[in-house]
T-cell receptor
Framework: GENVEQHPSTLSVQEGDSAVIKCTYSDSASNYFPWYKQELGKGPQLIIDIRSNVGEKKDQRIAVTLNKTAKHFSLHITETQPEDSAVYFCAASRENTGGFKTIFGAGTRLFVKA | DTGVSQDPRHKITKRGQNVTFRCDPISEHNRLYWYRQTLGQGPEFLTYFQNEAQLEKSRLLSDRFSAERPKGSFSTLEIQRTEQGDSAMYLC?????????????FGAGSRLTVL
C-alpha cells in the first residue's frame, strides 16, 4: 500500500541553526504534500504545503522542496527558535474516490536548544 | 468560527465498554475525516465523509467502530467493546471540497485510554 517514510525521527539543533527533515513517498499519483507541526496536547497544524507542479516553496523561515522523479520532499527551517520545538509530520495525498486520502509520515521530534 | 472542536478531550474506560467521540467541524467545511494517532506515529486514516455520506473506510476500522454524520454537520465515532489496543488519540479534521479540498484542519483530538 501507499506509505510515507520520514527521517530523522529525532533532531536536535542549536538555536539559530538550520533543521532539515526528509520524506519519501511511494504513490506516484500523489500530487499534494503538506507539512504539519504538532505541539504537545494539540492536533497537527498545517505550516506549509507544496503541489506537484512546483519544485520549491518558501514562507519566511520555512521552505519545502519537491523532487517528483525521485519521490522525495524536504522541509527546511532556518534560524531555528525554541518555539520551533515540536513534532513535524510530512504527508502525501491524491484525489481518491471523490476525496483526498492523506498518508502521514511517522514524525520528526525537533528540539531547539537555547 | 473557533475551528474544529472535539469532545471529550480525554476518556478513560475499562475494556469492554463502549465509547463515543464527537467532532464539530468548521461550519463551511463539507468534508470530515477521522484519523487515529498512536504514540510516536503519524495520524492514520480511518474514515471520511462528504456531507452526510461516508465515502471511504480504512481497513483499520473494524466492525467495532462506527462513524456517522447524520445531518452533514457534526460527526460521531463510536467504539464498541473497547480493547486495550484501541488506546490512541482520535483526531478529527475537516476541509472544503473543490479547490483546497486536501488542506486539512485538525481538532485537538480525543485521547482514549482503555484499562
Amino acid at each position: 500500500g501507499e506509505n510515507v517514510e520520514q527521517h530523522p525521527s529525532t533532531l536536535s539543533v542549536q538555536e539559530g541553526d538550520s533543521a532539515v527533515i526528509k520524506c519519501t513517498y511511494s504513490d506516484s499519483a500523489s500530487n499534494y504534500f503538506p507539512w504539519y507541526k504538532q505541539e504537545l496536547g494539540k492536533g497537527p497544524q498545517l505550516i506549509i504545503d507544496i503541489r506537484s507542479n512546483v519544485g520549491e516553496k518558501k514562507d519566511q523561515r520555512i521552505a519545502v522542496t519537491l523532487n517528483k522523479t525521485a519521490k522525495h520532499f524536504s522541509l527546511h527551517i532556518t534560524e531555528t527558535q525554541p518555539e520551533d520545538s515540536a513534532v513535524y509530520f510530512c504527508a502525501a495525498s491524491r484525489e481518491n474516490t471523490g476525496g483526498f486520502k492523506t498518508i502521514f509520515g511517522a514524525g520528526t521530534r525537533l528540539f531547539v536548544k537555547a | 468560527d473557533t475551528g474544529v472542536s472535539q469532545d471529550p478531550r480525554h476518556k478513560i474506560t475499562k475494556r469492554g465498554q463502549n465509547v463515543t467521540f464527537r467532532c464539530d467541524p468548521i461550519s463551511e467545511h463539507n468534508r470530515l475525516y477521522w484519523y487515529r494517532q498512536t504514540l510516536g506515529q503519524g495520524p492514520e486514516f480511518l474514515t471520511y465523509f462528504q456531507n452526510e455520506a461516508q465515502l471511504e473506510k480504512s481497513r483499520l476500522l473494524s466492525d467495532r467502530f462506527s462513524a456517522e454524520r447524520p445531518k452533514g454537520s457534526f460527526s460521531t465515532l463510536e467504539i464498541q467493546r473497547t480493547e486495550q489496543g484501541d488506546s490512541a488519540m482520535y483526531l478529527c479534521a475537516s476541509s472544503l471540497s473543490g479547490v483546497g479540498a486536501n488542506v486539512l484542519t485538525f481538532g485537538a483530538g480525543s485521547r482514549l485510554t482503555v484499562l
